[in-house]
């Protein structure tokens, strides 16, 4: 069988420096939490190119947030919400198939279609990044369940750092302490589930 779709959900861990760096410094009480991790699900399609070559076409939604409720000054659940949709191209290679388990090892690039940032304080302020190219490479192991299902699991390492967040409405991007521009960085290892369906 050639073609597959499938659907995943995962976790990740991030840090994004600039973030929480500017949650450490908002003099909030208590203190703002750091952004550490991230979730991810989507999915996507696939093609048998040869018998341990497959092309992966996939999308995935991710959000990375750290939210506190303080008290001085009173706000609620104030912090930072990233956002990143992200399409991918990834190509697989089998090091280990038979009827019942395949081990693989993949790479790939990706690009987002959406890049946000929502920051709580005594207001929300929205921010889109600027957009940049991300890679990916991972691992997986898949087992079947007959011929037409399978599950499996992957973990990997995702560089996905974004420049530049502009403000949504006419303010200026967000900068560090230093004056340098805050970039959105959402790299880290990740790992997921999933459940195909070959045709």
């Keep these: 069988m050639r073609w597959s779709v499938f659907g995943y959900y995962g976790l990740g861990s991030v840090n994004p420096s600039d973030i929480n760096t500017l949650a450490s410094q908002a003099g909030t009480t208590p203190k703002l939490g750091s952004v550490t991790n991230n979730t991810i699900y ?3 399609l696939g093609y048998r190119m040869t018998p341990r070559i497959q092309f992966i076409g996939e999308f ?3 959000e990375a947030k750290s939210l506190t409720t303080t008290s001085s000054p009173s706000i609620a659940n104030a ?6 949709d992200e ?3 990834i190509i697989n290679y089998s090091l280990i198939m038979d009827k019942a388990v395949e ?5 790939g690039v990706g690009y987002p279609t959406y890049c946000h940032l929502n920051y709580q304080s005594t207001v929300m302020t929205q921010y889109d990044a600027v957009k940049t190219v991300g890679f990916l490479g991972q691992a997986g192991i898949r ?3 007959g011929r037409i299902f399978n599950i499996y699991f992957e973990g990997g390492y995702q560089s996905l750092v974004s420049t530049t967040l502009n403000a949504d409405v006419g303010g200026a991007p967000l900068t560090t302490a230093t004056g340098s521009n805050a970039k959105m960085d959402m790299s880290g290892v990740r790992g997921e589930a ?6």
């Design 79 to 84: 912090g930072f919400d990233l956002s990143q």
């Design 87 to 89: 399409v991918w191209a």
């Design 60 to 62: 995935d939604i991710q």
């Design 103 to 107: 081990v693989y090892v993949g790479a």
């Design 194 to 199: 999933g459940l195909t369906i070959n045709f």
């Design 143 to 145: 087992m079947m369940l």
């Design 42 to 44: 989507g999915g996507g």
